[in-house]
């Protein structure tokens, strides 16, 4: 059921909701249908969210207001050895 | 007429004067810097003197209620930083400078203005633990605001890019010291706000002195990081001392490496958090799987399916047993019964009536026994009193007498008995009753003792 928009999930969302089925899946109180279910929607949030730790952006950039609006510039650190 | 001057008293104009005075904003609230002459500390323990500089001169008083907490001791010439407001004292016409809060100037007036700003935003509120926003467990993008030179952001890109490199950091160069900065950093916020990507705000520099981190103790950066939609994390290299901002952000970091790691998780924490939660579920599945096998088994091993006669046949043992306890039940009853009859009659044959009867029987019989004899006894008495009384009579008898020579004398009817010689007239016949028979003789006279008369024979 929430299968199908997983892919909309943000990280966090997608590691609440996996945490919700491991810990319902241990108490062990839901019909073995549901659990098998629970159980692949868990295999696919986990592999989602392994997924998304997996992409690194690491964008880093400067953010400068313009009359334009907001420009970003890529970050570089100005004097790195200067240290301080 | 109407145009004529109202006259005020002086008494008058000067409370007017002091009344305006008093509600007069700025004058409610003055801080004054210079130097104190004419300085007497009066026995009532309120201070008067004079603070000037080298333009002016003000009367000024500090009452012993405030001066109390002094920090230090006023002295003739020094040189001080005093809060109060301006009044008028009636009497003399004088304005004056009532001070409630004074310390030297130089170093200690920082601190003066660290501490009235902090207790007066705590008061309004602006710390309170309730104000604070949550900073979010895995945000989207980092702002940073701090000068884009120096250790402080470098510390904050390495140790953000280690921890959690999934994510954009957004760099807003400012000033962290000198007059511009408080402005610098209060418009940084502010942009990071219109901007809206980043949704955690690390807002601080590198360690410094009070003078070099003045721009954190500002009122105008407390506001601006109290205001703050996107929660804010302060990081001002200090670790001991708290600044304003640290009070006014969500969250303070005593570094600016703690503050980047306060705003993101670790990835290879998360990793293994993640690896953690797919092995338990697999784990739970396995189990879960395995349990529901084992209960399928020890169902099937339930004897209800391996041995259905043995239900069978002790279901009819049951009944068995339920009949035994049946029929011994009502034995007990019945036998209860028969025990409760036998007590009471027991019980009526103690008050049987015939042995009353048999009682009652004899004791009439003894009775009558005793009235025969009583009755006989009284008999035979009775028969000897008779017997006594005959021999008495018989004794008296006049036939006994008449045999020893008397006779009687009746009339000559029969019937009347004479006794005198009255009873009868010359002529008359009477009749004589001797022992053997009768004699009917004839009155001739009568001659009564003395007396003359025919007198009859004896």
């Known amino acids: 059921m929430a299968a199908a928009n997983q892919s909309e999930l943000t990280f966090e969302q997608a590691m609440e909701r996996l945490d919700s089925i491991v810990s319902k ?25 392994g997924g998304k730790l997996e992409q690194v952006e690491k964008k880093i950039e400067l953010l400068i207001e313009t009359d334009q609006g907001f420009q970003k510039k890529p970050f570089t650190e100005v004097n790195e050895d200067k240290g301080e | 007429m109407a145009d004529q001057p109202r006259i005020y008293s002086i008494k008058e104009l000067n409370r007017y004067i002091k009344m305006k005075m008093e509600s007069d904003l700025l004058l409610g609230d003055v801080w004054l810097r210079g130097e104190i002459s004419n300085f007497t500390h009066h026995s009532s323990g309120h201070m008067y003197f004079t603070l000037k500089d080298k333009d002016s001169r003000i009367k000024s008083i500090m009452f012993a209620s405030q001066n109390q907490r002094l920090p230090f001791i006023p002295k003739e010439g020094t040189k001080v930083i005093a809060r109060g407001n301006i009044s008028v004292y009636e009497r003399d ?3 004056q400078f009532y001070v409630n809060a004074m310390q030297p100037d130089g170093i200690g007036s920082l601190y003066l203005a ?30 940073v605001i701090t ?24 760099i807003y160069p400012v000033l962290v010291q000198g007059a511009q900065a408080a402005p610098a950093i209060v418009k940084a916020i502010d942009a990071m706000n219109r901007f809206g990507e980043a949704d955690v705000l690390i807002v601080g520099r590198g360690g410094g002195s009070l003078e070099e981190l003045w721009a954190f103790n500002e009122e105008a950066v407390a506001r601006s990081i109290a205001g703050s939609v996107i929660p804010v994390i302060s990081a001002v290299g200090h670790e001991t001392d708290f600044t304003i901002a640290d009070f006014a952000a969500d969250l303070r970091a005593a570094t600016p490496t703690a503050a980047a790691e306060l705003a993101v998780p670790s990835m290879t924490e998360l990793q293994q958090q993640l690896l953690r939660q797919q092995q338990r579920l697999v784990q739970s599945m396995r189990y879960r799987v395995q349990d529901d096998k084992e209960r399928l088994q020890r169902l099937r091993r339930s004897p209800f399916f391996l041995y259905p006669r043995k239900y069978l046949l002790d279901q009819a043992e049951r009944l068995d047993r339920l009949k035994e306890q049946l029929e011994q039940r009502t034995n007990r009853v019945v036998e209860r019964g028969h025990k409760r009859l036998a007590r009471i009659q027991t019980t009526i044959a103690a008050h049987h009536p015939g042995e009353r009867a048999a009682f009652a029987a004899s004791r009439l019989q003894s009775a009558q026994k005793q009235l025969e004899q009583s009755m006989s006894i009284a008999v035979k008495q009775n028969k000897q009193r008779l017997l006594s009384s005959m021999k008495q009579l018989d004794a008296l008898s006049p036939l006994k007498v008449m045999s020893r020579g008397y006779g009687l004398v009746y009339d000559q009817q029969e019937v009347k008995l004479i006794k005198s010689i009255r009873d009868v007239k010359i002529g008359d016949t009477v009749k004589v009753r001797l022992a053997d028979g009768q004699l009917d003789c004839h009155v001739d006279a009568w001659r009564g003792d003395g007396m003359d008369g025919s007198s009859e024979s004896k």
């Open chain 2, 147 to 170: 000068s884009p030179t120096g250790a402080a952001v470098r510390d904050i890109i390495i140790t953000l890019t280690r921890r959690y490199p999934l994510i954009p950091i957004y």
């Open chain 2, 93 to 95: 016409g004088n304005y």
């Open chain 2, 114 to 143: 660290f501490e009235q700003l902090k207790s007066k935003l705590s008061e309004e509120g602006l710390f309170a633990q309730s104000r604070k926003r949550p900073i979010p467990r895995f945000p989207r993008a980092i702002g």
């Open chain 1, 25 to 49: 899946l241990e108490n062990g109180d839901v019909p073995l249908e549901t659990a098998i279910e629970l159980f692949q929607e868990g295999m696919k949030l986990s592999q989602l969210c």
